[in-house]
């Protein structure tokens, strides 16, 4: 008997591994493997998803126009630009979606975010890495893997897993030297962490051009990774599109009420981004003074580079290694090998008690 088959393609497709959640044999772990915030929702946020579980039984509003008003006026940004998504994966899903077709193509920097390629192949694009240089994002690299069947160009800026981030002025000579038929997707998800003068979510580009997209999510400053929200600032053609193919309810009841809550939180938001910025110069600084290379990060993560020998005698300081021993206490962080750092780790900043946890787990695998 023979089964429908799917479209072609889609079978070699390698499916997106999110970071461990647990660990055999032990009730609580230590997770900093998916750069969650360290303090989870606000007080006022869970208030609101509190409150709305009443009504839940009601379908959302399908524009989500509270939340995209609440938006609009906190980044003066024009409300019949924005959308909101299920994630801001739901919209870089989407953008896939409506602007590639089989054959075409989609830019990503070597090591950004996992699903820019996986996003491309469900359509049958085929996405193209620009090599980095140094794990920062090359601009001259990215412009040369434009070519006439290119579509979309992603760049996430703090880029994950590497923490680097491209200058404001590095955007502005990005975007000039991309065609005005070509998307520059700006995803901005670690935007809030980022405290740098020279630094840009892409607002002002986004603002300014037809060809430019800038996303956002709820999910890392706000703490709300498993309520599944975020929202972009597009040209009005791209946002008319969006949401003539986009689910009627793809944001949920409860999913807005965190969200207008979390985005009015500004007590909340700064509390973490100083809580961030205490402890991932201390966690870079310890780490360093062990003898490990950690580049400078921008997000709210680090990454941790291990020796990387392929003589298996002079290799018991490897990355794979110590995610062992990490794990054996009780702490999960993320392997990076799938990203094409097989000798990183990536370790989410926690609160104080965790990150002097992983410190001196790290300290006592080293020695």
């Not at 393609?9 to 461990?20: A, H, R, T």
């Not at 520059?184 to 037809?210: F, H, T």
């Not at 969006?242 to 807005?256: G, I, K, T, W, Y």
Request: one cysteine or more; charged letters at 20%.
């Amino acid at each position: 008997m023979f089964s429908p088959s799917p479209l072609p393609g889609l079978k070699n497709i390698s499916p997106y591994v999110g970071g461990d959640s647990d660990i055999s044999g032990f009730d609580k772990v230590i997770k900093l493997a998916s750069n969650e915030g360290a303090f989870g929702p606000s007080q006022k946020t869970i208030k609101a998803i509190n409150n709305s579980i009443k009504d839940s039984h009601r379908y959302p509003d399908g524009d989500s126009q509270e939340l995209r008003e609440a938006i609009s006026q906190k980044y003066s940004l024009e409300l019949e630009r924005l959308v909101c998504g299920c994630g801001s994966d739901e919209l870089i899903n989407l953008l896939c979606r409506t602007y590639a077709a089989p054959g075409d193509e989609i830019v990503h920097t070597a090591h950004g975010f996992a699903m820019y390629p996986i996003y491309a192949k469900t359509v049958g694009a085929i996405p193209i890495s620009a090599p980095e240089n140094n794990i920062t994002a090359c601009v001259p690299n990215i412009v040369n893997a434009i070519t006439e069947r290119t579509k979309l160009v992603f760049i996430a800026n703090p880029n994950n897993p590497t923490g680097t981030y491209l200058q404001a002025s590095q955007l502005i000579s990005l975007h000039q030297q991309i065609p005005s038929n070509v998307l520059l997707i700006i995803d901005s998800a670690y935007a809030e962490y980022v405290q740098e003068k020279d630094y840009s979510p892409g607002i002002e580009l986004a603002k300014q051009n037809n060809n430019v997209i800038m996303l956002r999510t709820f999910s890392k400053i706000y703490g709300m990774g498993g309520i599944r929200l975020g929202w972009g600032y597009f040209p009005k053609e791209v946002a008319d599109i969006l949401n003539r193919v986009r689910s009627p309810f793809n944001v949920s009841f409860v999913a807005q009420a965190a969200g207008l809550a979390a985005i009015q939180d500004d007590e909340f938001v700064k509390s973490s981004q100083n809580h961030n910025h205490r402890f991932l110069k201390w966690t870079q600084d310890k780490l360093r003074s062990l003898g490990l290379v950690v580049p400078d990060s921008f997000g709210n993560f680090v990454l941790v580079r291990f020796p990387n020998s392929k003589n298996e005698k002079d290799n018991d300081k490897s990355a794979e290694k110590a995610d062992a021993h990490l794990k054996s206490c009780g702490i999960i962080v993320r392997r990076l090998a799938g990203y094409g750092l097989p000798d990183a780790l990536r370790v989410t900043i926690g609160t104080e008690e965790e990150m002097k946890s992983v410190i001196n787990s790290i300290t006592e695998f080293l020695n």
